[in-house]
T-cell receptor
């Protein structure tokens, strides 16, 4: 099935650095979401974006819903060791047969060195 | 709120046996739940949409007779892997839909190993 193009695939950074990752799609979505997954666990919702152009923060995390509705980015400021994990973007459409379904990006594996 | 549990968290079984995985919404009712499969360091792959009181909708390429889904109540969906084989070994995750914006909250996953 369709996947979102998420980049980068992996990042190795020093504690305290800022992180940026993004997702693009060839088609539009009504909602963009960002999840974090720790090893052996299910994804946890970080930020949900519902309107084109929306910029939302959650602590050190900031995410934006692209104006074209085909992209989104996630920034993490002042990274700490517990930020380690896999970050997934996901797009969701309303209406039609795909109602409620999520389309996931490939994930960004984040490693933070103390 | 919006807590989803899965049971068991890990299961090891012999080839040819069937395994049932439960997904429960603990503090809300979910008309719709989803089942995903995930390979190591890969993204989540949607297997099927589980609808309370009706048949599940399977994604293309997913065998419905192999992966039986039952959503008998508004808080419970089950996935049964029938006649499991080693290639069915994977991490299975469910999610439940809640709220006006159809947010999905995920369970902690079930690690299935078929010997």
């Amino acid at each position: 099935g369709q996947q979102l193009n998420q980049s980068p695939q992996s990042m190795f950074i020093q504690e305290g650095e800022d992180v940026s990752m993004n997702c693009t799609s060839s088609s539009i979505f009504n909602t963009w979401l960002w999840y974090k997954q720790d090893p052996g666990e299910g994804p946890v919702l970080l930020i949900a974006l519902y309107k084109a152009g929306e910029l939302t923060s959650n602590g050190r995390l900031t995410a934006q819903f692209g104006i074209t509705r085909k992209d989104s980015f996630l920034n993490i400021s002042a990274s700490i060791p517990s930020d380690v994990g896999i970050y997934f973007c996901a797009g969701q459409r309303r209406g039609g047969t795909s109602y409620g379904k999520l389309t996931f990006g490939q994930g960004t594996i984040l490693t933070v060195h103390p | 709120g919006a807590v989803v549990s899965q049971h068991p968290s890990r299961v090891i079984c012999k080839s040819g046996t069937s395994v049932k995985i439960e997904c429960r919404s603990l503090d809300f009712q979910a008309t719709t739940m989803f089942w995903y499969r995930q390979f190591p360091k890969k993204s989540l792959m949607l297997m099927a949409t589980s609808n309370e009181g009706s048949k599940a909708t399977y994604e293309q390429g997913v065998e419905k007779d192999k992966f039986l889904i039952n959503h008998a109540s508004l808080t419970l969906s089950t996935l049964t892997v029938t006649s499991a084989h080693p290639e069915d070994s994977s991490f299975y995750i469910c999610s439940a839909v809640v709220g006006a914006y159809n947010e999905q909250f995920f369970g902690p996953g079930t690690r299935l190993t078929v010997l």
